[in-house]
């Protein structure tokens, strides 16, 4: 398995706030394309506007949106329990892998598209106000994920970035969910289908990511000052500038408030 060498100071902070973070960027951006009201479907191949380069996968320029919080190169991903991200063989990032369900009357629908920020071509995915699955919209969660084009640093070089308003639920009933909690909790993080993975610590942990627990996604950030916002640079294929579990111990965080990134071995 690769291990990355350097360790890297980043700005993770854990900050609690009593409302809803504000990190989706502006939510009328990305509603191109919308994916009907559906449970665990995918879109056909989408183009992205620019290549990408992600470990071993190099020149992607399409990718699939699955309704349950992930996309994926590749291949689809009908999957709703999510297992270890490093159990998927093919490249995925997964800012909520869990039992979307859109079939709720007051569920919003995933919505997808191309903008442009601060001068740079982007691609982004919008889950605004959906629910979980059996068709409950009770509770609802709003996430976002950005793919960001930053080829002026390097061909394929690009920026993720996982944008968090509000989370309410973190399990559908058949993965054992009860009102939306519980069972097989989400997982957020990515892999490149192979052994370079990440979850964020927390993930498939009972309530862990949820807006009332401090550990919850609306209250931490990565490469960012906005809370519920975490950006991932990768340059020359690599993911960088994400802290070893030593390092986040060395530095106080992750374990002053119980949040930090755990790597998965496989």
């Known amino acids: 398995m690769r291990l990355f060498t350097h360790l ?6 854990l900050v609690c706030a009593s409302t809803n973070a504000a990190a989706i960027r502006d939510s009328n951006l990305f509603n191109d394309v919308a994916l009907a009201a559906n449970d665990d479907n995918s879109t056909g191949l989408v183009d992205i506007g620019f290549n990408v380069d992600f470990y071993s996968m190099k020149n992607m320029g399409q990718l699939y949106v699955n309704n349950n919080g992930n996309v994926t190169f590749l291949n689809k991903l009908s999957a709703f329990s999510p297992s270890g991200l490093g159990n998927i063989s093919f490249p995925i990032l997964a800012p909520f892998f869990a039992d979307v369900d859109t079939r709720a009357t007051n569920s919003g629908v995933v919505r997808y598209g191309t903008d ?12 605004i106000d959906v629910g979980y699955f059996n068709r409950q919209g009770n509770k609802l969660n709003s996430f976002q994920l950005i793919l ?4 002026e640093t390097g ?5 993720i970035e996982f944008n968090y308003d509000k989370i309410l639920w973190e399990t559908g009933s058949a993965s054992d969910g009860i009102n939306g909690i519980g069972g097989k909790p989400a997982t957020v993080g990515y892999t490149d289908g192979g052994t370079n993975n990440y979850e964020f610590f927390g993930s498939r942990t009972t309530r862990a990511f949820l807006d009332d627990n401090p550990t919850g996604l609306i209250h931490g950030s990565l490469n960012s000052d906005v809370n519920g916002r975490y950006i991932f640079n990768v340059r020359d ?8 579990p030593t390092t986040a111990a060395l530095l106080g965080l992750g374990l002053l408030a119980g949040f930090a990134f755990r790597r998965k071995r496989s």
């Not at 960001?148 to 080829?151: F, L, Q, V, W």
């Not at 294929?237 to 070893?244: M, R, Y």
């Open 8 to 13: 890297f100071t980043v700005a993770l902070t």
């Open 116 to 127: 442009t920020i601060a001068g740079h071509k982007v691609f982004g995915v919008n889950w």
């Open 148 to 151: 960001t084009d930053r080829s």
């Open 155 to 159: 061909l394929g070089n690009f920026d």
């Open 237 to 244: 294929g690599q993911v960088t500038h994400v802290p070893e």
